[in-house]
């Protein structure tokens, strides 16, 4: 059975930094790219950041650009997101997302953070 | 930066309906257009990739058309369990959302 379980979300103040992160399984994560989306409170999903199988190529939406970094450990079969000088407008469910052939074939439960003061 | 818009934001419908929802891309994304589930409090789920397949697991009342612009999603037979908001998402490039279709049953 494939499992993507985020942790590391909470309560942070502006400016503030977590990490995120996504333990797999049930699938040979090192095969996959791997994806981080967004959903702030009562609004719709934002694709945040991905980062292909062998975590050398790595994307990010402009409005997390510079502050977020997305990583991965293929021995841990773990998928990171470091976000750095939080804003308000990054709270959020934070979703992990296995890529299929550009799509999304897997979805973890999410972890939310709030970023308040 | 393509962007996915979303018709109608949200509709109701009678269980055994023929439902449909619509999404256009700002431009060409071929067929890289996959439809998302969510329920509830949970987590998205993916229900049609490549615009027109079927995921595993997913019922046959739900169906996808389109291709260049245009993109379809339609629920033959409405059921109770349908309830959710659909998402359409780009992948031609950097992916992207449409902001979603909430369904509810009358």
């Known amino acids: 059975e494939v499992q993507l379980l985020e942790s590391g979300g909470g309560l942070v103040q502006p400016g503030g930094s977590l990490r995120l992160s996504c333990v797999v399984s049930?699938?040979?994560?090192?095969?996959?790219?791997m994806n981080w989306v967004r959903q702030a409170p009562g609004k719709g999903l934002e694709w945040a950041s991905s980062?292909?199988?062998?975590?050398?190529?790595?994307n990010y939406a402009d409005s997390v650009k510079g502050r977020f970094t997305i990583s991965r450990d293929n021995s841990k079969n773990t998928l990171y997101l470091q976000m750095n000088n939080l804003r308000a407008e990054d709270t959020a469910v934070y979703y992990c997302?296995?890529?299929?052939?550009?799509?999304?074939?897997?979805w973890g439960q999410g972890t939310l953070v709030t970023v308040s003061s | 930066d393509i962007q996915m818009t979303q018709s109608p934001s949200s509709l109701s419908a009678s269980v055994g309906d023929r439902v449909t929802f619509t999404c256009q891309a700002s431009?060409?994304?071929?067929?890289?257009l996959n439809w998302y589930q969510q329920k509830p409090g949970k987590a998205p789920t993916l229900l049609i990739y490549?615009?027109?397949y079927l995921e595993t697991g997913v019922p046959s009342r739900f169906s996808g058309s389109g291709f260049g612009t245009d993109f379809t999603l339609t629920i033959t037979s409405l059921q109770p369990e349908d309830i959710g908001t659909y998402f359409c998402?780009?992948?031609?490039?950097?992916?992207?959302f449409g902001q979603g279709t909430k369904l509810e049953i009358k």
């Open positions: 431009q060409d994304i071929t067929s890289f």
């Open positions: 049930g699938f040979s994560f090192s095969d996959y790219a």
């Open positions: 998402q780009q992948y031609d490039s950097l992916p992207s």
């Open positions: 997302a296995k890529e299929g052939w550009r799509h999304f074939d897997q």
């Open positions: 490549d615009a027109t």
């Open positions: 980062i292909r199988a062998s975590g050398f190529k790595t």
